[in-house]
């Protein structure tokens, strides 16, 4: 552990709020919902006060027994301010372990066991789900962002704790821990450090180097997802405004979007699809937006049709990205209004400037193709450390330093990916050929 972050190597949460305040405390952060942990600050904070608040919460947190190494598991109802615990907690030197508030009792309880006794910081809602639990004998403590109870401490009432320096992990130590939604089976828990952490910033400036000008950043992302925590280090280190939506409401989004103007809008594709309706509302919620991005999942070309339609800037575009928790963002492409319609949907783009090198490994010996698929690989310093617990089950993903993402496809004689399904364990041969398709 070391009070002096290397910046320039790896990517330190717990200071990033403190570091943009210095350059950028005047930028502004509007959420569309109230902070449970914090229900007095209101819907528009300076950067300058999220950083006050992130060490004032640390404060908190290490009054109430978190320190440097620990894991806290952070699990409660959808809320921004679950980034702002897990700020709070990594400005400890604490690892904070992202848990979906969707998980129910039975999977919860599975993946606390995996942990050398966290902390649990909860809320309410979420104790009452998780009542039959031994929570005693599965935490270490459980904090609860307001109100207490029995066996529960109250960050509420632990406001004025003593001030405590910030602490950092070494660029390769977990620094913070999101879990991975496997079809089946409980969820893996993937371990990222400073340095993975870090090294994911470099494809995603792409993006914000591709607005000419200061523009307002929609950000609309489950709250746990490493994702959220990339976005918002950018953002705050660039001075980007940013406009926080918890509530997917189309018609609650159209009022946000109206009153608040973005010029980026970054979403889920499930998100988009809900939404696209909007395009022909005439209030023209997306009139201001340059850029459309999402990851994760492919989106229909209807949809990104419609959303670049009812944009009324200069050549706006739609950044399509594919990647996944322990591979972070590995190709993308942009589609824009006059090539929107011939958009085919399995197409994940090129290796992203900064970014992985992505291969296409052969299931069978046989050269790959679209007739053939092979296992899309990803190698690079962003990949994840490992899954908690788990190193055995993350082996199997890895081959000489080629991470198997568990999806097959192809590439275009132009090294465009092209992602077909999933790898059902079902293809002739069990080792990949060393070639890239």
Known sequence: MSRIPNHERGLYLGTVPERAALRHGATLLTLDHDLDVLPDAGRRL???????????????????????????AVCKRANVDAWLLATAAARLGAVPVMLSPALPAPTLAALLKRLPRPHLLT??????????????????????????????????????????????????EPALI??????????????????????????????????????????????????????????????MPTLLVNDQDPRAVARFFVKNRPGLVEALPRSFLAWEGLAADPRAPFASVKYFSATFDALHPRTVRRLLGASRRRNPGFFQIYGQSEAGPAAGRPYYRR????????????????????????RDGRAVSAANPGFIEVRWDGLAQTYHGERDRYDENLRDGWWRTGDVGYRTRAGCLHVLDRDTGTAPGAAPAPGAG
């Open 178 to 239: 999101t879990h991975t939604s496997g079809t089946t089976g409980v969820p893996k828990l993937v371990v990222h450090t400073p340095r993975t952490m870090r090294a994911r910033l470099r494809p995603q400036r792409f993006l914000l180097g591709a607005l000419r000008r200061r523009e307002t950043v929609a950000v609309s992302v489950p709250f746990v997802h490493s994702r959220l925590f990339a976005a918002m280090a950018l953002t705050l280190l660039k001075g």
């Open 46 to 72: 300076t950067v300058a006060e999220v950083a006050a608040y992130a060490a004032d919460l640390a404060n908190r947190l290490a009054a109430a027994g978190v320190r440097a190494g620990h894991h806290v």
């Open 123 to 172: 809320d309410g809602p979420k104790l009452d789900e998780l009542a039959d639990l031994p929570l005693a004998g599965l935490t270490a403590s459980v904090i609860g962002v307001a109100g207490a109870g029995r066996g529960v401490a109250s960050l509420a009432r632990l406001a004025g704790s003593p001030a405590v320096p910030p602490v950092c992990q070494g660029l390769d």
């Open 339 to 362: 090539h929107a319609r011939a958009m085919d949907g399995r197409c994940a783009g090129f290796p992203l400037p900064g970014g992985a090198r992505v291969r296409v490994a052969s």
